[in-house]
């Protein structure tokens, strides 16, 4: 006979994130939604990194008094030897080696890329197809992904080279238990569908997992930027929907030459912004131009942010009218949670994918028209001021194109708070992998007893 949920203890999940913010952060979010609903979860990770999510790991232990621990930094593998009684370990996809060490230990592994279902589904085509083999060797020439629900094309020069895309992430994946993915149904419904037939994986959407963190401010940082609170404030002070937020990730950098045209094309747009400058582009007096300097004294237009923007604040603020990204995943959900409508400005990575997602598929954004999957800000094309303020007006200049794409953003944002609510599609799939782990673990202890009594 089955035992009841409720008489046995809670279900144990094993966070293993990737040392970098964009993997960090939203698998402290994931950790604290699975704690919120009573799974008691433990995250592994180096002593600085924790430090980075201890914000959220607090709010989450105040919210659920279950314990999220950070034990100190050993061996994957001795480490799962010690403590093999977890019922899962959602491990980063970087980390394919993971799936070995899990295995060996009987834990079911779950792949975490932290990506969407379209630009996995991309890559996937690209793996398969390798399109770029048959198409013309001219940078701008268009190459199709083929076999996917929408009819998807990039330049060459907007594609990594598939010999360099990782192919054990692949091999592994379909090694694992399944894979979560920080996104909803609603979003994407034609890559969940494409997923599981073209590809037959296991997964769970369980997104937008920055919905569950409980302290937005501090939210992926120990040292939020001294700028965080005047900027809020200034922000109080602008008409709803009249500022653009502009802000590129962690990882994105940009030549001086980049710099100095987005000061310019942020000046003829003439709205109000937030610019965050991070890393060596923070040291502006090599690139800003003298009028953008005057602007930005007289303080009414613009806000520069140095250092951790409260991000999740600063979007969901009423004031927010857009928001210039890199397309980074994590910043893209953010935005669509908030309905802020983008410009979508790509650099490396999955971000060329999320472009075609957010601006065709969605109908959400603004394409910049980036066409370099950069290796080197050096050799970047260099987008023009004018660029930048058109895209920025097209979006936000009242015009019929602006006002149907602010709606479609504003419908989106409603979808996906919905479905991390009680009842909605995330909110079900957390509840439906949750079932089948209690399941798995109920099934482990009747073959357990099978072994014992030589059945
Ligand atoms: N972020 C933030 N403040 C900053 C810069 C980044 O809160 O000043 C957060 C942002 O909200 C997002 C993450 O850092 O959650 C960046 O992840 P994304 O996938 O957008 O970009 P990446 O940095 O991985 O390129």
Redesign the pocket.
């Known amino acids: 006979m089955a035992m009841k949920d409720e008489q046995q203890p809670p279900l144990h999940i094993l966070f293993f994130p990737f040392l ?4 960090l ?2 698998i402290a979010d994931m950790a604290a939604l699975f704690a919120a609903r009573g799974v008691r979860c433990t995250i592994l990770t180096t002593p600085v990194n924790a430090a980075i999510i201890s914000s959220v790991i607090d709010r989450a232990n105040d919210a659920s008094r279950q314990g999220t621990g950070f034990p100190e930094s050993e061996p994957f593998d001795r480490f799962l030897a010690v403590h093999s009684h977890f019922d899962a370990v959602v491990s980063d996809s970087f980390f394919s080696w993971s799936v070995d060490a899990a295995a060996e230990h009987g834990i079911p592994r779950l792949g975490f890329l ?1 990506t969407s279902m379209f630009a996995r589904s991309c890559s996937d085509s690209m793996l398969r197809n390798n399109p770029l083999e048959t198409a013309p060797d001219e940078p701008d020439a268009l190459v199709a992904l083929p076999g996917l629900p929408h009819r998807v094309e990039l330049r060459r020069s907007q594609m990594m080279d598939p010999k360099k895309l990782p192919d054990h992430w692949e091999f592994f994946q379909s090694r694992s238990f399944g894979e979560l993915f920080n996104s909803f149904h609603e979003l994407e419904p034609e890559y969940v569908e494409h997923y599981h037939t073209t590809l037959g994986r296991r997964t769970w959407l369980v997104g937008p997992v ?1 919905l569950a963190s409980k302290d937005m401010a501090a ?3 120990n040292t939020l ?1 001294p700028d965080a609170d005047s900027c809020l404030r200034w922000l109080d002070t602008k008409d709803a929907n009249s500022v653009v937020y502009v ?6 950098s940009f030549s001086t030459g980049e710099l100095r045209e987005l000061a310019r094309g942020l000046h003829l747009s003439g709205k109000n912004f937030v610019w ?1 400058l ?1 890393g060596a582009g923070a040291e502006s007096s090599e690139w800003m131009p003298e009028d953008f300097a005057e602007l930005m004294e007289r303080g009414e237009r613009g806000f520069i ?1 140095r ?6 604040l600063i ?1 969901n603020h009423a004031a927010l009218g857009g928001f210039v ?8 959900l ?1 935005a669509v949670s908030a309905g802020v409508p983008m410009v979508t400005w790509p650099r490396y ?1 999955d ?1 060329f994918n999320n472009e075609m997602l957010i601006v065709e598929v969605l109908k959400v954004g603004v394409s910049i028209g980036a066409k370099d999957y950069a290796s080197s800000v050096e050799t970047h094309e260099v987008i023009g001021g004018e660029v930048i303020a058109e895209s920025i007006s097209r979006l936000m200049g009242n015009t019929e194109e602006g006002d149907a794409i602010q709606k479609k953003a504003k419908d989106l944002g409603v979808k996906a708070r919905s479905a991390v609510e009680n009842g909605g599609s995330s909110y079900n799939d957390v509840g439906r992998l949750m079932e089948e782990l209690m399941a798995r673990r109920s099934s482990a202890k009747v073959e357990k007893v099978r072994t014992t009594d030589g059945l």
């Not at 970098?20 to 993997?23: F, I, L, N, R, T």
């Not at 250092?307 to 999740?312: R, Y």
């Open positions: 970098a913010h964009g993997h952060i939203p932290g920055g939210r992926g940082t930027s802000s590129f990730g962690t990882l994105t965050v991070r942010v250092g951790w923007a409260p991000q999740m979007l990204t890199h397309c980074g995943w994590n910043s893209t953010e990575a971000q």
